[in-house]
Nanobody
């Protein structure tokens, strides 16, 4: 059974930081491309960042220079370090794992940026 379990969300003030984690089980993690998506109320889900099995990364323009995606294959975990958070970063953040035709999602973790 494949599971992706996100953690680390919460309430933070503008300018603050959070680190999200996504722990994977039931897959050969090192073979999977991993990504973070987010969905704000009333908006479509959007890609935030992804990291290939090779370690190469890609970011949405809105988070470049503020967010960093990384992975630890020994721990089957992908991270999203979020710095200089803005109110517009408020959303449910989802972890996704992809390998060829296989795509798996986590349940999401809420991030709220507010004073």
């Amino acid at each position: 059974q494949v599971q992706l379990v996100e953690s680390g969300g919460g309430l933070v003030q503008p300018g603050g930081s959070l680190r999200l984690s996504c722990a994977a089980s039931g897959i050969i993690f090192k073979n999977y491309a991993m990504a973070w998506y987010r969905q704000a109320p009333g908006k479509q889900r959007e890609l935030v960042a992804n990291i290939a099995s090779t370690g190469s990364t890609n970011y949405a323009d809105s988070v470049k220079g503020r967010f960093t995606i990384s992975r630890d294959n020994a721990k089957n975990t992908v991270y999203l370090q979020m710095n200089s958070l803005k109110p517009e970063d408020t959303a449910v953040y989802y972890c996704q794992g992809s390998h060829f035709l296989y795509h798996y999602w986590g349940q999401g973790t809420q991030v709220t940026v507010s004073s």
